[in-house]
């Protein structure tokens, strides 16, 4: 296809959501002339289970659940009115007590303010919220944000090494919909002791956002901590950014969450547009489809340029992976379906693999966003002509042309601006983009039943460490191999997981077990310190 070629086709295909200023350009998608129309009948169902998931429709079946994200920003549409007021009385209560921290009427007990928040969360309950902070934060926020969102001992020293003395001055917002999660529970009960270490109450610095009854509820009420917000369970994890779970934190930090909110309500409204030319995400939906042969058989790259969109990748890998990466579709056929996500940003991935999506394995196609304002304020003249975004612009055009050329498919979604409007945009869009190609591939979305089986099997082995530790403690400075280890707990065929834990105790000195000097990988003797 020539340049004039590609820009009648741009002509042909761009489609633009005014009242967020944004457009998304298929055009550098090579799908035959009559895909759209192919794709007419099953996009038209799409749509119907779009509608009676918006009414209230059981849309996640097997959790038997309602899934209402597109109500969080358009509380009328919910279809009872109690899930209304549920919502409205949210928003409001994030705004009061964000109010409150602000001007010292909540407080911490030996400090005059708050003036940081430490999230502990992980996936949907931290993704958002990293995506937000990240995206929107300035210098001049109101409070500055830290994160716990994994279970590593290493990565929460650092946070608190970040935090030192203003700890003193930290709200921990613990944020778990489920409320059991293992890597937020370790977080919490790391976060508490760091207070207890410098003299603090925990629950005097402390707020959960979580489902009524849950394990965290339950620690929250215990501990007379400040707040609970709730979480609901017809809002999923990986959609919960325009809950308490990220409108909490972002208010916190003094970010406009009414700009965020109105952003995706007015992308929700363009998206429910049944003319497919003209709804970006069903657009967008039927451009995955066609580029993985809705099969999921090339990767989504994302290709922000723009430093303050990193983390979009990211959101999005959630975001798309744990809804469409499923074993079985809604009539119980088995089909592994999934879409693959990665990407960080331009023009610095230029240096990194564009080199491969250029020349190697055509594997992928890519999602380009474009910024079109480059900073505040003016830009100075890097060259007589140019400023530095004039050349993020040529980095990326050059980018693209230089795919397309070697017959690599790309999309580009351009925005004004990353404001508050345009991010809640942008999540609406993908998200609406997911619910519609999981309709055209027959999934469900809104389950995961993948992530449980890893987490069982992370129980066991923390079930036979419990009975080797026990073994152990009985057992005073004998030598064991892990072979006479894994049959002493009943469990022979598990000599390798048995092996791998002492190998861990072994390396950590606090945990009484030694690794005897000079023993041999697969005959190494342990005994109880
Ligand atoms: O908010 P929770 O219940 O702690 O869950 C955190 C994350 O864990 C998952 O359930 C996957 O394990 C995600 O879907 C979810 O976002």
């Known amino acids: 296809m020539t340049e004039r070629q590609l820009w009648e086709r741009y002509k042909k295909y761009l489609c633009g959501v005014e009242s967020v200023g944004l457009t998304l350009d298929v055009s550098r998608m090579n799908f035959p002339e009559d895909f759209l129309e192919r794709m007419r009948g099953p996009m038209e169902k799409a749509f119907d289970a779009m509608a009676a998931l918006e009414k209230g429709a059981i849309a996640n079946p097997d959790e038997k659940r309602m899934v209402g994200h597109y109500w969080l920003r358009a509380p009328e549409?919910?279809?009872?009115?109690?899930?209304?007021?549920?919502?409205?009385?949210?928003?409001?209560?994030?705004?009061?007590?964000?109010?409150?921290?602000?001007?010292?009427?909540?407080?911490?007990?030996?400090?005059?303010r708050f003036t940081r928040v430490l999230l502990v969360g992980i996936g949907g309950s931290a993704l958002g919220p990293q995506l937000v902070a990240d995206a929107l934060g300035t210098a001049a926020d109101r409070m500055q944000v830290f994160f716990f969102d994994n279970t590593d001992p290493?990565?929460?020293?650092?946070?608190?090494?970040?935090?030192?003395?203003?700890?003193?001055?930290?709200?921990?917002?613990?944020?778990?919909?489920?409320?059991?999660?293992?890597?937020?529970?370790?977080?919490?009960?790391?976060?508490?002791?760091?207070?207890?270490?410098?003299?603090?109450?925990?629950?005097?610095?402390?707020?959960?956002?979580?489902?009524?009854?849950?394990?965290?509820?339950?620690?929250?009420?215990?501990?007379?901590?400040?707040?609970?917000?709730?979480?609901?369970?017809?809002?999923?994890?990986?959609?919960?950014?325009?809950?308490?779970?990220?409108?909490?934190?972002?208010?916190?930090?003094?970010?406009d969450i009414d700009g965020m909110l109105a952003g995706a309500r007015d992308m929700d409204v363009a998206t429910r547009e049944r003319d497919m030319l003209r709804n970006p995400a069903a657009l967008m939906a039927l451009m995955w489809f066609h580029a993985g042969n809705g099969r999921g058989q090339k990767d989504l790259v994302i290709l922000p340029y723009k430093d303050r969109l990193l983390l979009l990748s990211r959101y999005l890998q959630q975001l798309v992976m744990e809804s469409l990466g499923k074993e079985k579709d809604l009539d119980g056929k088995v089909v592994n379906q999934g879409l693959a996500?990665?990407?960080n940003k331009g023009s610095t991935d230029q240096h990194a693999y564009v080199q491969q999506l250029r020349e190697g394995v055509n594997n992928f196609f890519a999602t380009f966003v474009?910024?079109?304002?480059?900073?505040?304020?003016?830009?100075?003249?890097?060259?007589?002509?140019?400023?530095?975004?004039?050349?993020l612009l040529g980095f990326l055009l050059g980018s693209r042309r230089a795919l397309f050329?070697?017959?690599?498919?790309?999309?580009?979604?351009?925005?004004?601006?990353?404001?508050?409007?345009?991010?809640?945009?942008?999540?609406?869009?993908?998200?609406?983009?997911?619910?519609?190609?999981?309709?055209?591939?027959?999934?469900?979305?809104?389950?995961?039943?993948?992530?449980?089986?890893?987490?069982?099997?992370?129980?066991?082995v923390l079930e036979l460490q419990r009975k080797l530790l026990a073994k152990?403690?009985?057992?005073k400075a004998k030598g064991h191999t892990a072979e006479e280890l894994a049959?002493?707990?009943?469990?022979?065929?598990?000599?390798?997981?048995?092996?791998?834990?002492?190998?861990?105790?072994?390396?950590?000195?606090?945990?009484?077990?030694?690794?005897?000097?000079?023993?041999?990988?697969?005959?190494?003797?342990?005994?109880?310190?």
Do not use: C
Request: net charge neutral.
């Open 472 to 475: 152990l403690r009985g057992e």
């Open 154 to 255: 290493d990565g929460m020293d650092r946070v608190l090494a970040q935090l030192g003395d203003k700890l003193a001055e930290t709200l921990t917002v613990v944020i778990s919909k489920s409320g059991g999660t293992k890597e937020t529970r370790n977080g919490m009960v790391e976060a508490e002791r760091a207070y207890q270490q410098k003299g603090l109450d925990f629950g005097r610095h402390a707020v959960a956002v979580t489902g009524e009854g849950s394990e965290l509820d339950r620690s929250a009420k215990k501990g007379n901590w400040l707040r609970t917000f709730p979480m609901w369970d017809w809002v999923g994890g990986r959609t919960s950014v325009l809950s308490a779970v990220g409108l909490l934190p972002a208010r916190l930090q003094g970010l």
């Open 370 to 391: 474009e910024v079109l304002k480059d900073r505040e304020g003016t830009s100075m003249r890097v060259e007589e002509e140019f400023t530095s975004g004039d050349y």
């Open 341 to 343: 996500v990665y990407g």
């Open 77 to 112: 549409l919910a279809p009872e009115p109690g899930l209304a007021k549920e919502i409205r009385d949210t928003v409001a209560a994030v705004r009061a007590f964000s109010d409150d921290v602000h001007a010292g009427r909540v407080k911490p007990p030996k400090g005059d």
């Open 405 to 460: 050329e070697k017959g690599r498919e790309s999309m580009t979604l351009t925005v004004p601006d990353v404001s508050a409007r345009t991010l809640g945009a942008l999540i609406a869009l993908h998200e609406r983009a997911v619910g519609l190609y999981a309709s055209l591939v027959n999934i469900n979305a809104y389950h995961q039943p993948g992530v449980e089986a890893g987490k069982k099997a992370a129980g066991a």
């Open 487 to 529: 049959t002493a707990v009943g469990s022979p065929d598990e000599v390798e997981t048995v092996f791998k834990v002492l190998e861990h105790l072994a390396a950590n000195a606090d945990q009484g077990v030694k690794r005897e000097p000079g023993a041999q990988r697969f005959d190494t003797r342990f005994r109880a310190g």
